[in-house]
């Protein structure tokens, strides 16, 4: 079965610190692969996806993502997190075949300190 | 960009009654649309799929008969809530594909129901 899985579920951060935010999918064919954000009380916002070409990923407000596809992962980083980064972070999939539905992880909270 | 609309953002209803989500592509024809539901603090739940023109698919374990969906233009989608019960109280989401953009998203619904 197609699933994404976010193995943490609850980040806290001191500001400057760096972020990595692991996703793993499960699914043997072709796949898309996104990084939603959703900060409180606000609608989902894209941070970048990945269809094809370079498994590095750069997204909007300093975010990146690497896919790795021996390892099913599409990890999130920032090198330097800010206050304002505290959100509701989705890893999600797009699977070949999938008549395009969006598969979410379970979303992973952050939370960073001033 | 393209933009889903979705109203209304947040209604209290009473137990039994029905209530009517809709979502509507301001910029663009949306042949699909999918339609979430997210628990508190939990990720977005893919209930069924809007085809314009067909019936929508469903998924696993989601009551059909509980949860309409309509998709009778291009440019609407609806989800009714029929006889509405304090555990349907949730955040309903709907989302058009995009393409290589991706998807964009509804800013979302909250049911409560009394």
């Known amino acids: 079965a197609q699933s994404v899985s976010q193995h943490n579920h609850h980040v806290i951060l001191s500001e400057a610190a760096s972020l990595e935010l692991g996703c793993n999918y499960s699914?043997?064919?072709?796949?898309?692969l996104f990084w939603y954000v959703q900060y409180p009380g606000q609608h989902l916002q894209l941070l970048l996806k990945?269809?094809?070409?370079?498994?590095l990923v750069k997204g909007i407000k300093g975010f990146e993502a690497e896919f790795i596809k021996s390892k099913f992962s599409f990890n999130l980083r920032k090198p330097s997190v800010q206050w304002s980064d505290t959100a509701e972070y989705f890893c999600?999939?797009?699977?070949?075949?999938?008549?395009?539905?969006?598969?979410f992880g379970a979303g992973t909270r952050l939370a960073v300190h001033p | 960009g393209a933009v889903v609309s979705q109203h209304p953002s947040r209604v209290i209803c009473k137990s039994g009654t029905s209530v009517k989500i809709e979502c509507r592509s301001l910029?663009?024809?949306?042949?699909?649309m999918f339609w979430y539901r997210q628990f508190p603090k939990k990720s977005l739940m893919l209930m069924a799929t809007?085809?314009?023109?067909?019936?929508?698919?469903?998924e696993q374990g989601v009551e059909k008969d509980k949860f309409l969906i309509n998709h009778a233009s291009l440019t609407l989608s609806t989800l009714t809530v029929t006889s509405a019960h304090p555990e349907d109280s949730s955040f309903y989401i709907c989302?058009?594909?995009?393409?290589?953009?991706?998807?964009?998203f509804g800013s979302g619904t909250r049911l409560t129901v009394v």
């Open positions: 989302s058009a594909p995009m393409g290589n953009y991706g998807y964009t």
């Open positions: 699914y043997g064919g072709t796949v898309n």
């Open positions: 990945y269809f094809s070409g370079d498994p």
């Open positions: 999600a999939m797009k699977a070949s075949g999938g008549y395009n539905k969006l598969i």
């Open positions: 910029d663009f024809q949306a042949t699909t």
């Open positions: 809007s085809n314009e023109g067909s019936k929508a698919t469903y």
